[in-house]
């Protein structure tokens, strides 16, 4: 019995020790990383939707994926929950948006129905339906970034998208995967979107919902052609309910303590100079947003950031301590460097508008805008992201002994001197300021 039991266990450590080995040797071993542009693009009768493609390694590992929606004017897309949490950046335009924030609806003035502007991140828990409207005067850009390994979804890392109304994934849709992805890949994109009802059989719908079954049918968007973005017909007119001032005082406050999911803040604008946690006049600023500021985060687990560089500034060579980050170039360029564990750049090149960069936790990043500057939006896989610097006045290397430094990179004690003090900065350094540029 004895014999057995120990086969057994040497079995099973044998099992896990492979799996661990396969983990080991699988898509997280990551030697090389790539600024991203979309991979294919839904469209539809009031927007398009384009989607980086998730099954990408760096994707995969760090657990996320990103899609960016462009809607029309008087576009809306359509009610949808996710299967994980969502953080939203509203890159250009305005618009309303509504979200199912409690289970007692008596009629639409206790709807969740709030305005937002460029520069507004919104936090999105997992399955909680909502829609966008645009309602202004432009296009409207929204990137949604999809924490798939978060602790809310228990499925697998793959986004899926539930619509509540309208026919996505239909046969006009379906092409255009197949056209630009291959129908086995076209395949698995599609399991993104699709109308929840639309799996349901009509009669059983109409008793649910206590309506006739043409109007079952029409919940089912079956010859619905319009996509997941559509044009309304008329201008929506929403009612939002009236907040007395101390209402607005007690949002002003914001400590916490008293929020609740269906009271609690899911919005705040990173774009306001004024708000900047960094600040250096010659090159650029950078603002967080986090658990601290807007505490919805802390069960999201999710936190962001707004960077902007003038040109040539550099952002200090830094790591995150404790998340994966996902970066979204909203303006202008920069040179970004990314070294691994081995001391090797697994990124060294361009980020430009529009593109995507995935920095792995713990891995050295700097970046350098271009002569056009450089601006972006961060999204990390932590409510508290710790950022830890390798220059300026707060960084490792400024934590370190002088007779530390001299020796460990065989330098005087003037030199090591320098390099510990010669950056009196925080975070964002202007090139000019560098004693090399003198």
Not at 15 to 30: F, K, P, V
Not at 58 to 72: K, L, N, P
Not at 188 to 216: H, K, P, Y
Request: charged share 25%; aromatic share 8%.
């Amino acid at each position: 019995m004895g014999k057995i039991s120990l086969s057994v266990l040497s079995f099973l450590l044998l099992l896990g020790l492979g799996y661990a080995i396969r983990e080991q040797q699988g898509e997280c071993q990551i030697s090389n990383i790539d600024a991203r542009e979309p991979s294919y693009t839904v469209r539809s009768e009031g927007g398009q939707t384009e989607f980086w493609d998730n099954q990408n390694n760096e994707f995969r590992c760090a657990g996320v994926s990103i899609r960016r929606h462009i809607i029309q004017q008087r576009g809306l897309l359509l009610p949808v929950y996710h299967n994980a949490p969502v953080l939203v950046y509203v890159v250009q335009g305005r618009g309303t948006y509504g979200e199912e924030r409690s289970q007692r609806f008596r009629d639409d003035r206790h709807q969740k129905v709030e305005e937002f502007q460029q520069g507004d991140v919104i936090a999105v828990r997992a399955g909680d339906a909502h829609w966008v409207y645009n309602d202004g005067d432009q296009e409207l850009v929204v990137v949604v970034f999809h924490h798939n390994s978060n602790y809310a979804n228990q499925l697998d890392q793959n986004p899926r998208s539930f619509f509540l109304a309208g026919n996505p994934g239909n046969e006009q849709e379906e092409e255009q995967y197949r056209r630009l992805r291959g129908s086995k890949r076209g395949q698995e994109a599609q399991s993104e979107l699709g109308n929840v009802f639309r799996g349901f059989d009509d009669e059983l719908l109409a008793e649910a919902f206590g309506v006739d079954v043409e109007t079952a049918r029409k919940l089912r968007g079956q010859n619905d052609q319009r996509g997941h973005i559509i044009r309304a017909e008329k201008s929506i007119q929403l009612i939002q309910p009236h907040r007395s001032r101390q209402e607005q005082e007690q949002e002003r406050r914001h400590n916490g303590l008293e929020e609740t999911f269906c009271s609690a803040r899911v919005k705040e604008n990173l774009d306001r100079p004024s708000r900047a946690d960094f600040y250096n006049p010659r090159a650029g600023r950078f603002s967080t947003l986090n658990s601290f500021n807007l505490p919805i985060l802390r069960f999201l687990q999710l936190s962001a950031a707004r960077g902007v560089l003038h040109r040539n500034a550099i952002f200090s060579p830094h790591w995150y301590t404790n998340a994966h980050t996902l970066i979204y170039a909203t303006r202008g360029a920069s040179r970004v460097q990314i070294v691994n564990h081995r001391g090797h750049a697994v990124f060294d090149g361009q980020l430009r508008q529009g593109q995507v960069l995935v920095v792995p936790q713990n891995f050295a990043v700097v970046k350098q805008a271009a002569d056009q500057g450089f601006e972006w939006v961060a999204f990390n896989t932590n409510d508290n992201a710790a950022i830890n610097t390798l220059s300026g006045r707060t960084s490792a290397i400024r934590g370190l002994p002088v007779d530390v430094v001299a020796n460990a990179y065989q330098l005087s004690r003037e030199e090591a001197q320098r390099i510990k003090f010669s950056r009196q900065e925080t975070l964002i350094f202007n090139a000019d300021d560098s004693p090399l540029s003198a």
